[in-house]
């Protein structure tokens, strides 16, 4: 063996070592968790669970790094570039799989640049409309789409939100048109559709339940792929008719790519394991989501799959890509 070999074979030797060791010890300090949006959003509130459960687990403090902006980029490049020795998390959402083709320069790449650990949840959103529109199916809104196409406008938290792909995804698939208008944000977007100033919009589901009630809009359906267990008559997509708008927001946590895989072992099996206590089960059905769990490779191969799917969604939609 020469000199060189013999020093990469150690060098190799050692940095497997101090892998081990690094794993072993871990946690030895507080963790951060990024969470690319503001405080209050779902996955806010994902993120503070996900945090207190890894602290019983871990034995550490696990510190809420809220990052919002730029449709959830910013905190997920910061992520991305952290050190990867499981000390800096992320919690987010499919915006993380949307944002690959709906921004041009992101300064990372999702798959190549993020560690899966696991699949948090999901919640479907909601096809609602105001009380005033006579469609009462999604069957007819879509064949007013498709009628007078343009004529109906809906609201949407911005260009590229969920409600605004939610929308997109509906248009692709059933060949209807309708005109958005954008608002600041999931609250306005909301105040609008119960006030009228637009005909209908495709929320988060638990954006949309408390407005139910004031009579001001309708459900036609949840884009998921079952019904809601707080609303078992309303129909899913597929069930009124309108198979393959399925859309789900789905909530996942990640590391800096290269973090030790048994580092990452550690989370999955602690994440995976709050999920399924009654206490997690039930916080999470309070807020509309259904805990979904998956291995680290599970995870990486739906990020591949959602990527694809968005990405065809945008270029058909004419989504301006930033």
């Given at each position: 063996?020469?000199?060189?070999?013999?020093?990469?074979?150690?060098?190799?030797?050692?940095?497997?070592?101090?892998?081990?060791?690094?794993?072993?010890n871990?946690?030895?300090?507080?963790?951060r968790?990024?969470?690319p949006?503001?405080?209050?959003?779902?996955s806010?509130?994902?993120g503070?669970?996900?945090?207190?459960?890894?602290?019983d687990?871990?034995?550490?403090?696990?510190?809420?790094?809220?990052?919002?902006?730029?449709?959830?980029?910013?905190?997920?490049n910061?992520?991305?570039?952290?050190?990867?020795?499981?000390?800096?998390?992320?919690?987010?959402?499919?915006?993380?799989?949307?944002?690959?083709?709906?921004?041009?320069?992101?300064?990372?790449n999702?798959?190549?640049?993020?560690?899966?650990?696991?699949r948090i949840?999901?919640?479907?959103?909601?096809?609602?409309?105001?009380?005033?529109?006579?469609?009462?199916?999604?069957?007819?809104l879509?064949?007013m789409?498709?009628k007078?196409?343009?004529?109906l406008?809906y609201?949407?938290?911005g260009?590229?939100?969920?409600?605004?792909?939610?929308?997109?995804?509906l248009?692709?698939v059933?060949?209807?048109?309708?005109?958005h208008?954008?608002?600041?944000?999931?609250?306005?977007?909301?105040?609008?559709?119960?006030g009228?100033?637009?005909?209908?919009?495709?929320?988060?589901?638990?954006?949309?339940?408390?407005?139910?009630?004031?009579?001001?809009?309708?459900m036609?359906?949840?884009?998921?792929?079952?019904?809601?267990?707080?609303?078992?008559?309303?129909?899913?997509?597929?069930e009124?008719?309108?198979?393959?708008?399925?859309?789900?927001?789905w909530?996942?946590?990640?590391?800096p790519?290269?973090?030790?895989?048994?580092?990452?072992?550690?989370?999955?099996?602690?994440?995976?394991?709050?999920?399924?206590?009654?206490?997690?089960?039930?916080q999470?059905?309070?807020?509309?989501?259904?805990?979904?769990?998956?291995?680290p490779?599970?995870?990486?191969?739906?990020?591949?799959?959602?990527?694809?799917?968005?990405?065809?969604?945008?270029?058909?939609?004419?989504?301006?890509?930033?």
């Amino acid at each position: 063996m020469t000199r060189i070999a013999a020093g990469m074979l150690l060098l190799a030797i050692g940095i497997t070592w101090g892998a081990a060791v690094q794993a072993q010890n871990y946690p030895s300090r507080p963790i951060r968790l990024i969470v690319p949006f503001e405080p209050g959003g779902t996955s806010d509130l994902l993120g503070r669970l996900v945090g207190a459960r890894l602290k019983d687990a871990l034995g550490q403090s696990v510190i809420i790094d809220n990052r919002g902006g730029a449709g959830g980029t910013l905190g997920a490049n910061l992520a991305a570039h952290a050190l990867p020795d499981g000390y800096t998390l992320l919690v987010t959402h499919v915006g993380l799989a949307i944002n690959e083709t709906l921004y041009s320069k992101l300064g990372y790449n999702a798959a190549r640049d993020l560690a899966p650990i696991t699949r948090i949840g999901d919640t479907p959103n909601a096809v609602v409309v105001t009380a005033a529109l006579p469609a009462q199916t999604l069957q007819d809104l879509v064949a007013m789409g498709r009628k007078t196409p343009g004529k109906l406008d809906y609201g949407s938290a911005g260009v590229g939100s969920a409600g605004h792909l939610a929308v997109a995804l509906l248009e692709h698939v059933s060949g209807a048109r309708y005109s958005h208008i954008p608002f600041k944000g999931g609250g306005p977007s909301m105040i609008a559709t119960v006030g009228g100033q637009v005909h209908f919009a495709i929320p988060a589901f638990p954006t949309a339940v408390p407005h139910i009630k004031t009579g001001k809009i309708r459900m036609l359906a949840v884009t998921g792929t079952r019904r809601a267990p707080t609303m078992p008559e309303v129909p899913t997509v597929a069930e009124a008719g309108v198979p393959g708008s399925e859309f789900t927001i789905w909530f996942a946590a990640y590391a800096p790519s290269g973090t030790p895989k048994a580092i990452i072992s550690r989370l999955n099996q602690a994440i995976v394991k709050s999920l399924e206590t009654p206490e997690m089960r039930e916080q999470l059905a309070k807020s509309g989501v259904d805990p979904e769990s998956s291995t680290p490779e599970e995870l990486a191969g739906y990020l591949r799959s959602e990527i694809a799917k968005w990405a065809k969604v945008i270029k058909a939609s004419g989504i301006p890509i930033n």
